[in-house]
């Protein structure tokens, strides 16, 4: 493997606003330069007209049954109107277009499922598959305009059944397969959806895992809960365990689907018809459903995944490793893809199942070229050590992305030098539920990528970091990340209730979307994402990041991953609380009092060289493990409960709640 030749970038000052001392900058290749589908260009003919450009792009990109007239109706700010007067189906253009268009024996997923079982389905397939369910739906009852709950593990019938929604115009409401019960329950019934598409389970590590019985659980009458709206349940079979049925309520998919016919007439919606509802973890209470139309949303998605990936439909082989439930799966595995008419990878099951090499084993197999994974799976491959990838061929890969959090540049360096065969650029692309689709990202073939950095806003797109009085920072300094432009695929509110809308993220600076994240611009203008607002301390007046620290901890060559939090203090208003987990080969030094004692100065002092002595955690805990959601992101809540010495509290997001209980036991164990 050849050694990285990062040029050098602007020199950081020492100071605390910039991140580490990151100076590495990867120009894109040439040759990869000269074939992107996005060229320098593109920000001139965004920044010369933006509507137009916007325009030219949802004319290019997308299909319209009726053409659209006006672009943008900002006249209901902050609920924008994008390209009203036009009309279209998702589910048309995302499947019977390139049919027409001679493209139907194109592969559109190769399904893996996690105990191998395959599945190859062509355009043509789709469209024949996607018309049964949208005839099924229709004769179970389901109108245009219906809401409608799908709760399935990653298989080919959950992108058939959020595009069959689409058909019939019906908003998809995807419930990620690993919620409660009892969170299903509450998102159904605030979409007051009619029917509900799940699974009698699906394969998860190397077992069956139930989904059903959470559905039976969640349409139960409750005390105190009001009656279900559901109607109707349609049950897809993977995993062959037995079910409960409710007779009159419950039918198979593949009965539905076999009385069905393939055929199907897509029902052509204004542009602002709501193509779905996405409920977001929010903070606390009820669900936040994010609501995304259909015109604008589709437009976006296609844009950004054309150029964000240097999508080439005919010869590349893409994979998301999202999953459907999470906005990523809507627009970079269904939507956007889809809609460019690409060839995807679709995978049922974890990483480590049965092997920890499963992903590397699947870009081998399929040729995958465009990669698009979160920090933390990179993070967790890094730990499992360089020998695992480096055992598969791995020389298809041609783009690499990353979404969900800020990469650290470590995890940046480890991905382009070990998956990407110090080849690949790679993508950190920023956005959000809220906002549909990648808003800043660098572009493949323009941009000099620097690690840990999103950089820039696309082409379109009017991103910048203000201070607390709305002003723009210069560059070197320091805020918050607000949206000045609307944008196309922007949520078009909180489903059923406008006014927390404008709450949440038009209050609290006058005409600009506040996105609740952190940002500081370099000296070059480029925008480092810093994490949410309240993941950013405030140590001595010193403003501090857990990502800057967390970047910092995981550059020392004994830790495998770090969370950092501000813990309250009399004295410096917080202090900085780490909580480390050591590789694999280190993991035993901190199991006596003294290497526990070194191994907290040796990172302590690594943290003061790398960043400056104010950042030095005040504690550094060695843990087994960090609490995770089930998306990956790591709650601090939870760790700032175990440094301040509170009772840890509600746990119950967590991918795996006895986690919390591993890092208390520990911490108390007399070591
Ligand atoms: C797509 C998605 C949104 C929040 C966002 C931010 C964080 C996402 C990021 C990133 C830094 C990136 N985030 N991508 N932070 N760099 N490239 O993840 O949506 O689940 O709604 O989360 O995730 O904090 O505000 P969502």
């Not at 920000?43 to 319209?64: G, H, I, N, S």
């Not at 809308?501 to 070059?524: I, N, P, V």
Request: aromatic residues 8%; glycine residues 10%.
């Amino acid at each position: 493997m050849t050694e990285a030749h990062p040029t050098s970038g602007t020199a950081s000052s020492p100071s605390l606003e910039n991140l580490l001392h990151e100076t590495r900058s990867f120009p894109p290749g040439a040759e990869f330069a000269a074939q992107a589908n996005a060229q320098a260009d593109l920000y001139d003919k965004a920044a010369a007209d933006r509507l137009e450009f916007w325009a030219e792009q949802a004319r290019e990109l997308v299909t319209w049954q009726t053409p659209f007239t006006e672009t943008l109706d900002w006249s209901g700010a902050p609920v924008a109107r994008w390209f009203a007067d036009g009309t279209l189906n998702a589910a048309y253009n995302a499947v019977d277009r390139h049919v027409e268009a001679g493209h139907g024996d194109r592969v559109a997923i190769h399904f893996e499922g996690e105990p191998g079982d395959t599945r190859t389905v062509t355009y043509a397939d789709l469209q024949r598959e996607v018309s049964r369910a949208a005839n099924a739906l229709t004769d179970l009852g389901v109108s245009t305009g219906d809401r409608v709950v799908i709760y399935l593990p990653m298989l080919v019938e959950s992108v058939v059944a959020m595009l069959a929604c689409a058909r019939i115009g019906a908003p998809h409401s995807v419930v990620f397969g690993g919620f409660s019960a009892d969170a299903l329950r509450s998102r159904i019934a605030d979409a007051e959806a009619t029917l509900v598409i799940t699974a009698d389970g699906g394969y998860r590590r190397g077992a069956p895992s139930a989904l059903k019985p959470a559905v039976d659980e969640a349409l139960a009458p409750k005390e105190g809960a009001e009656p279900t709206t559901v109607q109707k349940v349609l049950v897809v079979r993977r995993t062959e365990q037995d079910v409960d049925w409710v007779e009159g309520r419950d039918v198979w998919w593949h009965d539905a689907l076999a009385a069905a016919s393939d055929q199907h007439e897509p029902v052509a919606v204004e542009a602002e018809h709501p193509l779905f509802i996405l409920y977001t973890s929010g903070t606390t209470g009820k669900p936040k459903g994010i609501l995304h139309t259909t015109g604008g949303y589709l437009t976006q998605a296609a844009y950004t995944h054309k150029n964000v990936f240097d999508l080439k439909p005919e010869t590349d082989v893409y994979w998301c490793t999202a999953d459907v439930g999470w906005v990523t799966g809507h627009s970079y595995v269904v939507y956007g893809p889809l809609v460019n008419g690409a060839t995807q990878v679709l995978y049922e099951g974890t990483p480590d199942t049965p092997h920890r090499g499963r992903w590397w084993e699947l870009i081998e197999k399929y040729k995958v070229s465009i990669l698009y994974t979160a920090p933390t799976a990179i993070r967790t491959c890094m730990k499992w050590g360089d020998d695992i990838p480096g055992g598969f061929d791995l020389t298809s890969l041609r783009v690499l992305g990353s979404v969900g959090e800020p990469i650290n540049p470590e995890a940046w360096m480890w991905y382009r030098r070990v998956i990407g065969g110090d080849r690949t650029p790679i993508v950190d692309t920023w956005w959000q539920t809220e906002t549909g689709a990648i808003m800043i990202s660098p572009l493949p073939g323009v941009t000099a990528a620097k690690p840990g950095s999103a950089q820039v806003p696309l082409p379109g797109i009017a991103a910048t970091v203000v201070d607390d009085e709305a002003k723009p920072v210069p560059d070197g300094g320091g805020g918050y990340l607000v949206l000045s432009e609307p944008w196309p695929s922007m949520l078009r509110g909180i489903w059923g209730d406008l006014e927390r809308y404008k709450e949440t993220y038009w209050s609290r600076f006058e005409g600009l979307y506040f996105a609740g994240d952190g940002a500081k611009k370099d000296e070059d203008g480029d925008i480092w994402l810093l994490g949410r607002v309240d993941d950013v301390m405030n140590v001595s007046g010193h403003r501090l990041s857990t990502t800057e620290i967390e970047s910092a901890l995981v550059s020392h060559e004994i830790v495998a991953e770090a969370a950092v939090v501000g813990a309250a203090d009399d004295t410096t208003g917080q202090a900085v609380v780490a909580f480390v987990i050591l590789r694999g080969d280190h993991a035993g030094r901190a199991s006596t009092p003294e290497g526990a004692a070194e191994v907290q100065k040796e990172l302590r002092d690594h943290v003061g060289k790398e960043i400056g002595p104010i950042a030095k955690p005040k504690k550094i805990l060695v843990v087994p493990e960090l609490p995770k959601t089930r998306s990956g992101k790591i709650m601090r809540r939870l760790l700032r409960d175990v440094a301040e010495d509170r009772a840890v509290g509600d746990a119950t997001t967590l991918a795996d709640s006895s986690v919390m209980d591993l890092i208390t036991a520990g911490l108390q164990a007399p070591s």
